[in-house]
């Protein structure tokens, strides 16, 4: 073990070989409390928020409001487009079609990334 | 595939140290283990006694030899990180982004929020290193976007740069325990043997075999190797 050169010379004064460090342990009764703890035991992002039966009942209720105003939009909507739907016409003529272009670039090489790393990552059975 | 998250909402508070201390601990436990270094300062590797201008094996770069120091695989994973298609694949239901049965322990930085959330669906577990310092303890309100911390399943606190000549550190770790002792996944003592095996690009356990730190983190591991099933999976694979 290589041992730094004051702390060495330090064990030789005090005739120890070795160093034991002393713990300061607190009991949980002389603990005060700081007010970052109590800041962090009333943060609802850390303790979640306490809900009663009432705040469960509230949830539930808006969320079926929420639920109802969806569902009615959603049937204006439709049925504003079937009054709207203008007489089916002929299907338009579809465009002449191009060749595909090979995707370059760099997703390309991403994908490419992603593939070598999953097989560098691959199991290859135990090391010697 | 047993991934390790090692991300804390709180920057400067040994994240990288922990996470490549906890690689080398599970390797020598036996544990098939690689590292991901997903971090742009790229610092993992100076825990394995590297020189800064050793370069890692680029995650999804076949074109060097694989890099193993202390038993463990390592990759630089800055690129991979943030590119678009890796990304999507971490968000596809049901991809399984990480082939492969050996443990891999990733490092990633505090401000890239955005990669955790997508590899945590994906992660056995979350490790969030936090220091005694009133910024980091107000920082776990930002551990999970949308899940109080009390609620997180998968996540491990661990007290990292512990020391208890101080009463703010002393206070911390008993309030960290008794408030959330189910979260807590140990304690690392603050240790200067660590900041000097760096600076010497030498492994902490070769330069100083007997520091503290070393004590804690195999302790640590054992918290994480329990949380992770990585015990019953070594069971079954003796038997």
């Known amino acids: 073990m290589a041992v730094r050169n004051d702390v060495e010379s330090l064990l030789s004064r005090l005739g120890r070989q070795d160093l034991r460090y002393r713990e300061f342990a607190d009991q949980l009764g002389d603990m005060e409390l700081w007010p970052i703890f109590e800041a ?9 928020r306490a809900q009663t039966l009432l705040d469960q009942r509230r949830e539930t209720q808006l969320e079926q409001m929420r639920l109802e105003r969806a569902a009615r939009a959603r ?9 709207e739907l203008p007489v089916p016409a002929a299907a338009p003529t579809p465009p002449p079609r ?3 272009t ?7 090489s991403m994908d490419a990334q992603v593939r070598t790393f999953l097989g560098q990552i691959g199991s290859k059975g135990p090391r010697a | 595939m047993t991934l390790i998250l090692f991300h804390s909402p709180k920057g400067g508070v040994g994240t990288t140290f922990l996470a ?8 020598a436990r036996g544990h098939e283990t690689l590292a991901i270094d997903f971090t742009y300062q790229s610092t993992l590797k100076l825990f394995f006694g590297l020189l800064p201008e050793q370069q890692l094996v680029r995650a999804g770069d076949a074109s060097r030899d694989e890099i193993i120091v202390s038993g463990v695989e390592l990759f630089d994973g800055e690129d991979l990180g943030r590119s678009a298609s890796f990304r999507a694949l971490l968000a596809e239901p049901g991809a399984q982004p990480f082939p492969t049965d050996k443990v891999i322990v990733a490092d990633i930085a505090s401000h890239d929020r955005e990669l955790r959330q997508l590899l945590m669906p994906h992660a056995a577990l979350h490790v969030v290193p936090i220091v005694p310092r009133p910024a980091a303890l107000a920082a776990l309100v930002h551990v999970d976007p949308r899940t109080p911390l009390v609620d997180l399943s998968n996540t491990a606190v661990v007290l990292n740069m512990l020391d208890d000549t101080r009463t703010l550190s002393r206070h911390s770790q008993v309030f960290l325990n008794q408030a959330f002792g189910s ?35 195999a302790q640590m591991v054992s918290m994480l ?4 099933g990585l015990n019953v999976q070594a069971a079954q694979a003796l038997s």
């Open chain 1, 40 to 48: 962090l035991l009333q943060d609802p992002r850390i303790v979640g």
């Open chain 1, 75 to 83: 049937a204006e909507l439709e049925a504003q487009a079937a009054a």
């Open chain 1, 98 to 100: 191009t060749p595909a």
């Open chain 1, 102 to 108: 090979p995707v370059t670039g760099p997703l390309q």
């Open chain 2, 20 to 27: 490549a201390h906890c690689a080398m601990e599970l390797a």
């Open chain 2, 183 to 217: 979260l807590m996944a140990g304690a690392v003592r603050r240790d200067e043997c660590i900041g000097e095996a760096v600076a010497n690009f030498e492994p902490l356990a070769k330069l100083f075999p007997q520091a503290p730190a070393l004590a804690d983190i």
């Open chain 2, 225 to 228: 190797e329990e949380r992770c």
